[in-house]
Nanobody, 121 residues
Framework: VQLQASGGGLVQAGGSLRLSCAAS????????INWFRQAPGKEREFVAS??RQAASVKGRFTISRDNAENTVYLQMNSLKLEDTAVYYC?????????????????????WGQGTLVTVSS
């Protein structure tokens, strides 16, 4: 199983980026694939799923999913300095627990390698 995250980079505050997470070796439809991030000196935190976003990104970040390409995207708009972090995609089997505890990093089975997003002023 492999999750390949890409699309990070340097962007000015107020700009946009789209991250991609390509999945292989899994039955894509059986997994929810969501996004987390980890800023320097901070714990990894939930960012977005297909139906929920962290309060800090609500209205700015959205997930979309291309089942034909086994890829999940994170569209990030109106980026702020505090969005600077390494962004990770993660996959968890679709179960009752993963539906409820989607925000917990420990319920995920697979992780991508992370892609760095740096927002500058």
């Amino acid at each position: 199983v492999q999750l390949q995250a890409s699309g990070g980079g340097l962007v000015q505050a107020g700009g946009s980026l789209r991250l991609s997470c390509a999945a292989s070796g899994v039955t894509f439809s059986k997994y929810q694939i969501n996004w987390f991030r980890q800023a320097p000196g901070k714990e990894r935190e939930f960012v977005a799923s297909s139906s929920r976003q962290a309060a800090s990104v609500k209205g700015r970040f959205t997930i979309s999913r291309d089942n034909a390409e086994n890829t999940v995207y994170l569209q990030m708009n109106s980026l702020k300095l505090e969005d600077t972090a390494v962004y990770y995609c993660a996959a968890a089997l679709r179960t009752a627990d993963s539906f409820v505890y989607y925000y917990r990093a420990d319920i995920y089975d697979y992780w991508g390698q992370g892609t760095l997003v740096t927002v500058s002023s």
